[in-house]
């Protein structure tokens, strides 16, 4: 099928500090080839609650985590931030695919890695796909977007999906970290193409086949991956993942 490209530039959304998270602290001592299209009325919505996933078992082919403590690289915010507030922890709405429990991590890496609590973590994403909500024939839609305020563990965890690819990307996620209402960290999350090549033969990604952009050829990810890949901590290309991803900033 045809894939959708994704190459005009659009604004960044209104600061997050509307949502009131002013007194974040640092524990521990420290798509559619129209053009994007703004909806006309931005609304927080709770949409149903989809089908709890099936329970991961232990992948076949593990993936090992960095282990590192690193700020994590600056990258463009690209297509296509939210253009509203979702705060929620399962954002899949009626959005098919290879169910994935994602768990982020901020961490401050000028204090050896301490969590860092009080954190709005942002994230959005495209579909099986490659379609983003909000923008083009999508404009109406609010799949795959939210976000949730670190806990004092400097954790948050989505429940979300395995996402599909469009022409000129590897396969990626958005996060965006705003901490008293200031942008402190835009970075993506890169997926380990081993098992990126098993999911998008299953089940709704397999009519749209391979992505041919692998992550040393994808304009974001060229320059190395070591500190924005998932680290897949359970589960199957069948049943769905568990992971993690770590979000380190210098405070």
């Given at each position: 099928?045809?894939?959708?490209?994704?190459?005009?530039?659009?604004?960044?959304?209104?600061?997050?500090?509307?949502?009131?998270?002013?007194?974040?602290?640092?524990?521990?001592?420290?798509?559619?080839?129209?053009?994007?299209?703004?909806?006309?009325?931005?609304?927080?919505?709770?949409?149903?609650?989809?089908?709890?996933?099936?329970?991961?078992?232990?992948?076949?082919?593990?993936?090992?985590?960095?282990?590192?403590?690193?700020?994590?690289?600056?990258?463009?915010?690209?297509?296509?931030?939210?253009?509203?507030?979702?705060?929620?922890?399962?954002?899949?709405?009626?959005?098919?695919?290879?169910?994935?429990?994602?768990?982020i991590a901020v961490v401050n890496t000028n204090s050896?890695?301490?969590?860092?609590?009080?954190?709005?973590?942002?994230?959005?994403?495209?579909?099986?796909?490659?379609?983003?909500?909000?923008?083009?024939?999508?404009?109406?839609?609010?799949?795959?977007?939210?976000?949730?305020?670190t806990d004092s563990t400097g954790k948050v965890t989505?429940?979300?999906?395995?996402?599909?690819?469009?022409?000129?990307?590897?396969?990626?996620?958005?996060?965006?970290?705003?901490?008293?209402?200031?942008?402190?960290?835009?970075?993506?999350?890169?997926?380990?193409?081993?098992?990126?090549?098993?999911?998008?033969?299953?089940?709704?990604?397999?009519?749209?086949?391979?992505?041919?952009?692998?992550?040393?050829?994808?304009?974001?990810?060229?320059?190395?991956?070591?500190?924005?890949?998932?680290?897949?901590?359970?589960?199957?290309?069948?049943?769905?993942?568990r992971a993690t991803f770590q979000v380190g900033i210098?405070?």
């Amino acid at each position: 099928m045809s894939k959708i490209q994704h190459n005009t530039p659009v604004s960044r959304r209104k600061a997050i500090g509307l949502l009131g998270f002013a007194g974040a602290a640092v524990a521990a001592a420290c798509g559619s080839s129209a053009s994007p299209t703004s909806p006309t009325t931005s609304v927080t919505t709770t949409p149903t609650t989809p089908t709890t996933p099936t329970t991961p078992t232990t992948p076949t082919t593990p993936v090992t985590p960095t282990g590192t403590c690193a700020v994590s690289p600056n990258e463009t915010i690209g297509p296509y931030p939210s253009l509203a507030d979702f705060v929620r922890s399962d954002i899949r709405e009626n959005k098919q695919g290879l169910p994935v429990t994602l768990t982020i991590a901020v961490v401050n890496t000028n204090s050896a890695c301490a969590p860092v609590s009080g954190a709005v973590v942002d994230i959005w994403q495209c579909d099986a796909d490659g379609n983003y909500s909000q923008y083009g024939n999508e404009r109406n839609l609010t799949y795959l977007r939210g976000l949730q305020t670190t806990d004092s563990t400097g954790k948050v965890t989505f429940v979300t999906i395995y996402p599909g690819w469009y022409q000129g990307r590897a396969t990626h996620i958005h996060v965006e970290v705003t901490i008293n209402g200031r942008s402190a960290k835009v970075t993506q999350i890169a997926f380990p193409e081993d098992v990126t090549a098993q999911v998008y033969r299953t089940g709704v990604y397999a009519s749209s086949g391979q992505n041919p952009t692998t992550n040393s050829r994808d304009g974001v990810f060229s320059d190395g991956v070591a500190d924005e890949l998932i680290t897949l901590t359970g589960g199957d290309p069948t049943s769905g993942y568990r992971a993690t991803f770590q979000v380190g900033i210098a405070l």
